[in-house]
């Protein structure tokens, strides 16, 4: 925040400081960032909610993104998802009950040519298999489920 | 720096190019990242040393070649040869590469550049793409870059700048398509202290990715361009709006900007005049709408990113309500080659109204999916035949996905019209589930601002899901038309105004799979959840 003089219109930047820093905005952290940069709470949470980039919710261990872009979704991104959600039990945009994978529908990476693209912790699987996702899903939930 | 030193650099670079004999080019841009190309430089590399060839060999990382279903590319001169899809864990593979080097190259991996997808295009966005390293000013400094910024700061007026860009003919390459020119001069003229340069990276649209791989090989052309805009029109602000979802653009955009002020190219008193020009890098943070100008202006202020009512159009009253210009990174990426060309020779390529060249990004069912740079006005129809050398598993074509979420879908008798950027589709597509997953993504972007979107797209949305159950009637194709005539006219901004055109393209040119939906309750290529076949087992 010092670095951009605490000037409100640096507020989006500050956020996404803190979700690098913490993985995602909680009410603290937000009511910080809202009297640092002198704005009101409703704004700074109406911004931090309009963009969907941002989480207000705890990351989990591990982080599943699957590429919904046109170009994935006629690669058939849709049934990766399917059964990505099957496995892991909850919707994308929510987290496995035990913490340990958050799933994640992204609107587009920008890597089409290489469609469907799945992100698994920040590394791009290009032109996912079903069966090779399910196996690093099972094997990052399997711990718990047995 | 003065133009003198720059020109001194880029001798001594060229200098330094002479004495190499051969090259090896690895790409380093995202998606051949992915493929782990950094892997394969490294080994080049490291074999290159191994043997002693270092001082005349020289593996380089550059930025994207284009032919990103085929990576990781790596081109080699002068045997003038692109390899593809090179095993980044073969040791034996990559030494034989460095073995050919004067000989013939390796047949299994070898791809000649004689083969339409190169061939074809005609580079000048990209001419950089693929050939310098991104990551080092003096690369750019060695093929020309920054000396026509230097040039028209010396010796050419703010209005000279203005004419040469009006008489190109450029225009916007983010969508909307205004005249360049006629933007930087309504800037220019207005009348205010502070002026901005905004260059709109905010590349929403799901399929799209010419932003991305632009930034992230040749970010110094970007930065450049905006500069000589700056220029022209009397910013001495500018921020770059650049979505987060692409890290690796960010990242080199930020090592471009402290590069070029170091050299004193950006910053305060740019080639030792009076001209300063400080540029940010300002991420989104995922709101499609924000592609909007004035949208992506509230955003850069910290607002929300909703769009305003125009006018007061923004080179009037923008950022901070100061005069603002706005272009996109394709637009800005024109400028430097019009700047050192001439106008005269920009206009010279392309169509009688559009000029120039056009990047597109081609995609889906085609087999050479890439990126590519052709002149205006190219057929469709050699796109994904000729350059995209057709669709994969001898399947039928059937239509063209162009323009993102506002564009439409074009059918193979209309095949042979020129349009923007491309996702082709095969026969397997359901043209209800495309025209779904489309309003899918407009209503949850629609910001809220105004009824006609914020309604209206989860209406059509609405409908769409009923007849991809099964449970549509006739009457619905009339309420579809109705209503997205409705929205498209009545919407405040671009998103509300063309976000029916995904839905209005498929009833017109598939009308017949909308009935078949509804009559025989099945979907034909099985993906909709009427079908009987379940979603998995549809591709066939």
Redesign the interface.
Known sequence: MRRHGY???????V??TVQESFGFLDDVSLRFVASSLRIPMSKVF??AT?????SMKPPGEHNCVVC????C????A??LM??IEEIARVKAGETTPDGKVSIVA??????????P?VVFDG????RAQPGAVRDQLRRWIGHDAG | MTLDELQEIAEREREEAKKITHRVNVSVAAGCLSLHSDQVFKMLQTEVQKRGLDGSCKVKSVGCMGLCAAGPLVRSEPQHTYYRGLPPDSPEVLNAVIDSLDGKPVPEFALSPEIPFFAAQKRIVLENCGEIDPERIEDYIGVGGYEPLLNCIANRSRDDVVQEVIRSGLRGRGGGGYPTGLKWSMVAKASGEQKYAICNADEGDPGAFMDRSVLESDPHRVLEGMAIAAYAVGATKGYIYCRAEYPLAVKRLKVAIRQAERMGLLGKRIGESDFCFEVEVRLGAGAFVCGEETALIASVEGERGVPRPRPPFPAYSGLNNCPTLLNNVETFANIAPIISKGGDWFASIGTGKSKGTKVFALVGDVINSGLIEVPMGIKLRDLVYSLGGGIPGDRKFKAVQTGGPSGGCIPEQFLDMGSGGMIVMDETACMVDVAKFFMDFTRDESCGKCIPCRVGTTQLHGLLERISEGKGQMADLKTLERLGAMVKRTALCGLGQTAPNPVSSTLKYFRDEYVHHIADKTCAQGKCACSKTPAGTAEN
């Not at chain 1, 309009?50 to 941002?54: G, L, N, S, V, W």
Request: hydrophobic share 40%.
């Open positions: 000037k409100a219109s640096a507020l989006i930047e956020l996404h109406g911004v309009y963009y969907h980039f941002f919904m872009g046109t170009g979704y006629v690669k058939g849709g049934d399917k059964m992204a609107r587009c990476i920008g890597s089409c040519s290489l469609a693209a590394e791009v699987i290009p």
